[in-house]
């Protein structure tokens, strides 16, 4: 099957979702499943809301919760795993005031707070640095959640929506899938044991998580 990764370069929500529909359009001409890490979970939903008749399913991947109140596990399970250095990096960003040197270290940063046992050599790495990017777009983005506009969105898409979560993933996953039943968005669910926020680079759940992929796409 053909995969795009959807490089990303615009500084608010509304021009990611556009750079997104141009990416597809350009390069696909069926409907196409969208997978999401992360923030890229609720960019997919954002974008599934808006341009249904292009979405098969959309995999949410470590998808962080949809209402605040699940906000401080995070914060809580996160700093019992750093350094009072990293963990003042990791309240910089919180707080949408992150430099680009914050930013260089980021991933060094969430390899200790967000990860069970990585695949060696694995991290996620970046070309460049973009602090005004990520403030202005997590600033925007946490707004949504606060309003209650993400959980809209979840409860306005038509695609059909599937949660791979690691057990060990500092977002609950209880934060997701505990909304959406109150909702009445249906969402399959998988938990992989022994795994962190990333389970495609998770040593313990590699495996397992592609099989998932390959399953929910073919």
Not at 33 to 51: C, I, N
Request: hydrophobic share 35%; net charge negative; charged share 30%.
């Amino acid at each position: 099957m053909g995969v795009i990764e959807a490089l990303q370069s615009k500084y608010s929500i509304a021009e990611l979702r556009e750079e997104l529909y141009i990416q597809i359009k350009d390069n696909c001409s069926d409907k196409v499943t969208l997978v999401g890490h992360s923030w890229g979970a609720w960019l997919a939903t954002l974008f599934a809301e808006k341009y249904p008749e292009l979405i098969e399913h959309v995999i949410l991947i470590g998808c962080g919760p949809l209402e605040d109140k699940y906000v401080s596990e995070i914060r809580t399970r996160r700093l019992q795993n750093l350094s009072e250095e990293d963990g003042a990096i990791y309240q910089r960003l919180l707080d949408n005031q992150a430099t680009d040197e914050d930013m260089e270290k980021v991933p060094h940063v969430f390899a200790k707070s967000d990860h069970y046992c990585l695949e060696s050599r694995e991290e996620h790495k970046a070309d460049q640095t973009d602090s005004e990017m990520y403030n202005k777009v997590w600033s925007e983005a946490a707004k949504l959640r606060t309003s209650g506009k993400l959980l809209t969105s979840f409860k306005n898409i038509k695609a059909k929506i599937y949660l791979i979560q690691g057990q060990a993933d500092p977002h609950p996953v209880n934060g997701v899938t505990i909304p959406l039943q109150e909702n009445g968005v249906m969402c399959e669910t998988y938990v992989l044991e022994k795994c962190g926020h990333s389970p495609f680079m998770e040593k313990y759940a590699k495996d397992e998580f592609y099989k998932i992929l390959i399953h929910v796409i073919a």
